[in-house]
């Protein structure tokens, strides 16, 4: 018997009801899929823009922070090596014009000559362990004039930093009489140093106020006071067989410290140019046998809106004894300022010195300095002209002016 015609068409029809239902049911699984695939997206998107947020807000995390006795790879010529070590490059070059004059004659000796030419190597051989080098040829082409006296090495120091408490130094090492003695010539806002921060050193067969020798020092209390002991050679006598030469000085920063730096061996002279703000004050005790000096110093380096302010006060008695018969019982004050004007790049600065013998006026003497410091590029490269008046106690004045470049990396 045939199914009758109504019958085949309703079996289509519930065949095709069912393909459709079907297809309906597939469509609304793709559609779920496809929602929950579009918040997988959205959730791994939303994270990942989070993520540079946390990032910038805690740098950090990506470095571990170096102890407090390590310095990072300074910026400059500097070479890394391996994950720890490092070698830097520097130098400095001051070139002067000079016209001094003659208290005799009244007339000037004019020298064009290089006051400083140095070049020098810092480093970081491993954790803690650090070195600095540096030779010099200092005024070289001045009369009387000798151009092939050549470098000499000027510093070659070994530190060795077990904590900021407690610190070894070995070798040429630069001896802190004041805080004058020990400032750095590339930092050096005002033309030079004091004329009196290097007598005694001179006098005890150092060199450049340096000496060889073996010193220890730290920073203690929140790292705000350093202090140094060192034992120096001094002067030698034939038969080498007498006391060494001891050195001893406290520093204290009442605001920002001072801390390390690849030239370990001085202290910053100027902060022109920084944000730091620096008040320290000082002293040191220096003796060998019956020679004896003591000093006292205190240092401002004030930044307000326009610009700096920074001065120096420091005092020295010195007193050679036996030991040291050319250096007589004396006394040298210094007090020094000058205002960084920031807009202009230019410090103005003076100083006013006095040198006192304890016995006898006859060779007493005072100095007046005054003079303009320009940075063109920082303390890598400035120009400076200056102004001195020597007035001894018997004698004519003097007068000296000076024109001065500074090259330093």
Sequence with gaps: MKPSRSASLSAVFLVAGCIQAQAQAQDVDVQAELAAQRA???????????????????????????ADTELPPPKGMTLRIGDTAWLKVGGNLQVWADWNQDPVTEGYAQNLYLRRARFNVAGKVANGLYFYWQTDNSNDGKSPKSLGTGFQTLDAVLEWRLDTAFNVQAGLIYVPTSREAIKSSATQSLLDTSAYATLATAQLQGNSNRDTGLAVRG???????????????GIRDSSSNNAYRYVGRLSYNF???????????????????????????????DTQKSYKLYSGDIFASIPFQTGR????????SIDGGTWVTALPKQNTFTAEAGWYFEALKT??????????????????????????????????????????RLSPNVGNSTNEFTLALQMSY
């Design 40 to 66: 997988r997206i959205a959730e791994l998107e939303k994270k990942a823009a989070a993520k540079p947020v946390a990032e910038a807000a805690n740098p950090a995390a990506e470095a571990p922070k170096l």
């Design 347 to 388: 410090s103005a600065w003076g100083r006013w010195e006095r040198r006192q013998y304890k016995v006898g006026d006859t060779k007493d003497e005072k100095r007046y300095w005054a003079g303009l410091t320009y940075y063109v590029y920082g303390n890598n490269l400035n120009l400076k002209a200056a102004y001195q």
């Design 255 to 285: 605001f920002d410290k001072e801390m390390y730096t690849p030239s370990f061996t001085s202290i910053t002279s100027s902060y022109n140019g920084t944000t730091r703000k620096i008040l320290a004050i000082g002293t040191s005790y």
């Design 309 to 316: 302010f920074e001065t120096t006060i420091w005092f020295q």
């Design 219 to 233: 920073f203690v209390l929140d790292e705000h006071l350093e202090y140094r002991l060192i034992a120096l050679q």
